[in-house]
């Protein structure tokens, strides 16, 4: 059974940084595609970014509004993928999901979520 | 304002086939496939539909997908209590280079 486990969310000041993780067994971690999504409670869903597979190349990719702030990263070794975000802003708060999968062919592996709450 | 438009809720009797449409351009639906994720409240996203119109395994076949030009659809049949939820349609958007999902469909069964 897979499970995507993420963890490392919470209560920070706007202009901090925070790393989740995003802990995955059950698959062949080197093989997958990783995206994170997230979602402000009671909103919709918004991608943040992905990290092809390696065998792929790990090439990563943000969406607009956290590029330049965040930074995804894999560890196949720990199985393991990272999601820094520096410069934290207001509007970053939510529910941060670690997915797999190729976001054109569908994400069928979701973790629990972790909240990120950006608040003075 | 989302990139992919969807009705912002829908809804139906028991036994009632509902649809809830998605609608792109042509940098997203138009030339990408669409696919449908299902959230009951409280918990993560599942996916439903992918590449348009398969069923991820253990899906009833009471829900199906489609797609036509830059729009696509998910329908459910055969309406039940336990399909009340949010459904987001999403895409790969080539112009921006990155994910995009639909605006959330909430469904409710009267």
């Known amino acids: 059974e897979v499970q995507l486990v993420e963890s490392g969310g919470g209560l920070m000041n706007p202009g901090g940084s925070l790393r989740l993780s995003c802990a995955a067994s059950?698959?062949?971690?080197?093989?997958?595609?990783i995206s994170w999504v997230r979602q402000v409670p009671g909103k919709g869903l918004e991608w943040v970014g992905r990290?092809?597979?390696?065998?792929?190349?790990?090439?990563?990719d943000y969406a607009a509004p956290v590029k330049g702030r965040f930074t995804i990263s894999r560890d196949d070794s720990q199985h393991t993928s990272y999601l820094q975000m520096n410069s934290l802003k207001i509007e970053d708060t939510a529910v941060y999901y670690c997915t797999t999968g190729v976001f054109n062919s569908g994400l069928d592996n979701w973790g629990q979520g972790t909240l990120v709450t950006v608040s003075s | 304002q989302s990139v992919l438009t969807q009705p912002p809720s829908a809804s139906g009797t028991p036994g009632q086939r509902v649809t809830i449409s998605c609608s792109g351009s042509s940098s997203n639906i138009g030339s990408n496939s669409g696919n449908w994720y299902q959230q009951v409240p409280g918990t993560a996203p599942k996916l439903l539909i992918y590449?348009?119109?398969q069923r991820l395994s253990g899906v009833p076949d009471r829900f199906s997908g489609s797609k036509s030009g830059t729009s696509a659809s998910l329908a459910i049949s055969g309406l039940q209590s336990e399909d009340e939820g949010d459904y987001y349609c999403?895409?790969?958007?080539?112009?921006?280079?990155?994910?995009?999902f639909g605006g959330g469909t909430k469904l409710t069964v009267l």
């Open positions: 999403a895409t790969w958007d080539d112009s921006l280079n990155a994910g995009v």
């Open positions: 590449k348009n119109n």
């Open positions: 059950g698959l062949s971690f080197s093989s997958v595609w």
């Open positions: 990290i092809k597979s390696t065998h792929a190349g790990a090439t990563i």
